[in-house]
């Protein structure tokens, strides 16, 4: 029996998944999983560990956002954490669909180009919605002066 006022882990999970950033992190995972498709079955299949390092990424952190274990695991900054996710991510999945994009010909490693494009789109709004700290401008007179 569950203590009042608590939920169950896929309960939380599937609230968390109807928020904003949960259906970010859903984008991330299903476009991971185009790209790993994709270059699965194109001749540059050496790109295919890019996309399964950023699904298992996404997939961590949707379950630890999602079912409430932020707190429990204080040691680790999550919010720092999924910004440096995101944004090491952003950068790696554009630079590798350059690559794949400009030197392949075959239709499944141009579909996967594009897919990590778009995957590197969405990991960069993901790192700017997930920075952290925002920082505001200093006020240039003194709270005293009227």
Known sequence: MEPSGSQSCPRACLAFSRTH????LIGEIVLCVLVLVCYGASHT???TGLAV????????????LGGGL??????IHWGWTDFLRCAI?????????LIV????RGGAGVAGGVFGLLA??????DAYITLPTRHRSAATESPDAA
């Open 120 to 125: 590197g789109i969405l990991l960069g709004y």
């Open 89 to 97: 991510g952003c950068l790696l999945f554009l630079i590798t669909s």
């Open 21 to 24: 950033k949960g259906l970010v």
């Open 101 to 104: 994009l400009i030197g392949t």
């Open 45 to 47: 299949p050496g790109y």
């Open 53 to 64: 390092c950023e699904l298992v990424f996404a997939a961590l952190v949707l379950l630890v």
């Open 70 to 75: 932020a707190p429990r695991l204080s040691f």
